[in-house]
């Protein structure tokens, strides 16, 4: 068993190091955003910048739906009914896209990534409180994984509500035009991040049991 908070803080850290290579899909989205914001800005005007930036999250936001839409529907499998999972599916990915398709304010675009990460730990949060980890059995179904779930299920609440904490961070802190490469490189550090956690609740949960 670790045996002050300092031991979690290195393990956490030195998981960083020797990363694998990255899905280079995880990219896409930023550079459809990286991309397609300037040409918008240059084809629409300087009068027209919000527009721009609200187009071009839209096709960003998007790809990133399309490239995760068959993974969020197996999750949804775990806890409902075949018609019920596509349902959800579809509300869940075509509502933001829908309010940003009516909308030219980046504020919006900005807030919609925050509303996600509350969304995703509202689901870990009730789970915690009712005892459960189905949530996090979907994302993590391996049998070697499931005696990790319950702490893993508090984990994504901590996850979530600390990148809610950064997004906001950052609309309060930067202009929109730099919170875009900020989003666009989001996925990547969430990844390594979340990387991370799981590697360090599963050693925790190793060196409790010994």
Known sequence: MYRSPLDLVRIFLS???????????????GAVLLIGYPLLSVLLGPDHNGQAFATAFLAALAVRIGMG???????????YS??????????????????????????????????????????????????RSTTAASFWPDEEMRAHLPNLTKMMVVYNFTFLLLNETMIRLVEPSQWLLFWAVLPVIGHMVLRAMVLTVINLDDGQAV
């Open 15 to 29: 998981l960083f190091q020797d990363l694998p290579p990255m899905s280079r899909s995880l990219y896409l989205p």
């Open 82 to 131: 075949a018609t019920q999972s596509v349902v959800f599916a579809l509300i869940f990915a075509c509502a933001p896209l829908a309010v940003l398709a009516m909308v030219d304010d980046p504020l919006w675009c900005q807030r919609m990534q925050s509303m996600f990460y509350v969304v995703i730990a509202g689901v870990f949060l009730q789970d915690v409180l009712n005892g």
């Open 69 to 79: 839409f068959e993974g969020m529907v197996r999750r949804m499998l775990t806890r």
